[in-house]
């Protein structure tokens, strides 16, 4: 995979070890940065394309957007003022030649800003407010991986695997993360 003149194989102990690992982990922030300093170009040269590219849509397209949003705004307004003539009840389907619109009215349906959290507390606060509740079932992960083997015997048809992984990672002045180079399976039995 490299110079393999760089480390010779008649060499042996953990300084050579450690010699070896020094060189692998040089040669790929070498190459690393190579990639980097190849996607800083890209970089620029993508940038400068697309400012050209966007200055000649800007040119080409003018002012259409804004009167495109003018025109929306005018359809809505006349389909909102003569729904009920146009489409003589609700979730009708006005087909013509130039395009097709669909109004309709949803049943009652609930909007919630942001977080359900509040909404929860208040509800588990309250006497009766669990009838508004739904409890979901979670799997306990560290009581499962802790249970007998009788228990665990149980699970495997359903895929459980229980044993050791082994995870090897590297990680280069260069990266911020580091990169999983392997995961995998120690002690599986097939």
Known sequence: MGDSSAWSSSK??????????????????????????ADAKKAERLKAATARIEAQWQQE????????????????????????HLTRGYGKTITRDMGEVKVYERAASLDIPGSEK?????????????????????????AILLSSSQTFRLLKPFGAWRGKHRLISVQSPSEEKAKTLELSRLNERK
Request: no cysteine; hydrophobic share 35%; aromatic share 12%.
């Open 61 to 84: 397209v003018g002012t259409t957007p804004t009167r495109l949003k003018i025109i929306e705004q005018q359809l809505t307004d006349f389909l909102g003022h003569n729904q009920y």
């Open 12 to 37: 042996r102990g953990f300084k050579t070890l450690i010699e070896r690992l020094d060189y692998l982990l040089g040669r790929r922030e070498e190459l690393r940065l190579s990639i980097i300093a």
């Open 118 to 142: 509040p909404f929860i507390n208040f509800f588990l606060g309250r006497r009766g407010g669990k009838r508004y509740l739904i409890f979901v079932p979670k799997l306990n992960r560290t």
